[in-house]
T-cell receptor, first 116, second 110 residues
Framework: NAGVMQNPRHLVRRRGQEARLRCSPM?????VYWYRQLPEEGLKFMVY????????ESGMPKERFSAEFPKEGPSILRIQQVVRGDSAAYFC??????????????FGEGSRLTVL | AQRVTQPEKLLSVFKGAPVELKCNYS??????LFWYVQYSRQRLQLLLR??SRESIKGFTADLNKGETSFHLKKPFAQEEDSAMYYC????????????FGQGTTLQVKP
């Protein structure tokens, strides 16, 4: 089991461009979480998804940010019209189905977005 | 509101010294608390959870509901313990999402 895979590991964008970050959960995991880590800050929850459903997006900025987890393929965090303040490390985590969920999240290595 | 506070950004100790990484939480209900660790160039991983009452790599953490704390302790620090440590609270909505503290960097000097 390769673990949670995120790509790209590093992404550089100019202001106004779009950033797409991908996350493939661990095999057998149907829950995906996205977290953001700004410089000198801790991990902030953004969104929680199950296949084809957004369960909790209470941490997502109201504009420019969106997330999906389609039936097939990875989860995608999309940031439109990026600004310098979006520069951060974005972490994806996955977990198992509810009845097996011990609360443990398995994290990817993160995608570091730099906005010039 | 549910919140996790780690008051120390950096904790520096000498090898063999005791370590206590502080964590306080704000929560109405029965909390589920965790410690996660990130070693250099590795991904964030679970260290221990309070319901397991286990000791991992010599670390223990006791839930103190009166003080709303979940401090991480180790009697004798090792250099390989140097890492970033995050305390986390599982959200009451049972979505499984974790609310993290700001993290504490533990630096163990030789």
């Amino acid at each position: 089991n390769a673990g949670v895979m995120q790509n790209p590991r590093h992404l550089v964008r100019r202001r106004g461009q779009e950033a797409r970050l991908r996350c493939s959960p661990m095999k057998g995991h149907s829950h995906v979480y996205w977290y953001r880590q700004l410089p000198e800050e801790g991990l902030k929850f953004m969104v929680y998804l199950q296949k084809e459903n957004i369960i909790d997006e209470s941490g997502m900025p109201k504009e420019r940010f969106s997330a999906e987890f389609p039936k097939e393929g990875p989860s995608i965090l999309r940031i439109q019209q990026v600004v310098r303040g979006d520069s951060a490390a974005y972490f994806c985590a996955s977990s198992t189905r509810d009845r097996e969920n011990t609360g443990e999240l398995f994290f990817g290595e993160g995608s570091r977005l730099t906005v010039l | 509101a549910q919140r996790v506070t780690q008051p120390e950004k950096l904790l520096s100790v000498f090898k063999g010294a005791p370590v206590e990484l502080k964590c306080n939480y704000s929560y109405s209900g029965s909390p589920e608390l965790f410690w996660y660790v990130q070693y250099s160039r590795q991904r964030l991983q679970l260290l221990l959870r309070h319901i397991s009452r286990e000791s991992i790599k010599g670390f223990t953490a006791d839930l103190n509901k009166g003080e709303t704390s979940f401090h991480l302790k180790k009697p004798f620090a090792q250099e390989e313990d140097s890492a970033m440590y995050y305390c986390a609270l599982r959200h009451s909505g049972n979505t499984g999402k974790l609310i993290f503290g700001q993290g504490t960097t533990l630096q163990v000097k030789p």
